[in-house]
Nanobody
Framework: QVQLVESGGGLVQAGGSLRLSCAAS????????MGWIRQAPGKEREFVAA????????IYADSVKGRFTISRNNVKNTVFLQMNSLRPEDTAVYYC????????????????WGQGTQVTVSS
């Protein structure tokens, strides 16, 4: 069992930056790949980024590639999402989630989910 708590969301102007954090409980954090997924109002959840257990491999959705960076600290059981050059279309609730299957684009491969943190980007 892993519990995940996201933080760092808020309101930011277009072009600004935010850094999301996801703190995990449990001793097995370092054995999981971690992902960030978002859900905009009225839309389906969509994959954003994922990082493998050691932090040396990552993948991104095309819509955020070059603007967002995922990282992790296995000592502090935390995964981060640095978001730069934010756009109004990035407005969403952002969730972190674990994957025991490695880094994956499919949301069905993610096991444990946090409650989410709201990110709002104004134009």
């Amino acid at each position: 069992q892993v519990q995940l708590v996201e933080s760092g969301g808020g309101l930011v102007q277009a072009g600004g930056s935010l850094r999301l954090s996801c703190a995990a409980s449990g001793r097995t954090f370092s054995s999981y790949a971690m992902g960030w997924i978002r859900q905009a109002p009225g839309k389906e959840r969509e994959f954003v980024a994922a990082i493998n257990w050691s932090g040396n491999s990552d993948i991104y959705a095309d819509s955020v590639k070059g603007r967002f960076t995922i990282s992790r600290n296995n000592v502090k059981n935390t995964v981060f999402l640095q978001m730069n050059s934010l756009r109004p279309e990035d407005t969403a609730v952002y969730y972190c989630a674990t994957s025991s299957r490695g880094i994956r684009y499919s949301l069905s491969d993610y096991d444990y989910w946090g409650q989410g943190t709201q990110v709002t980007v104004s134009s």
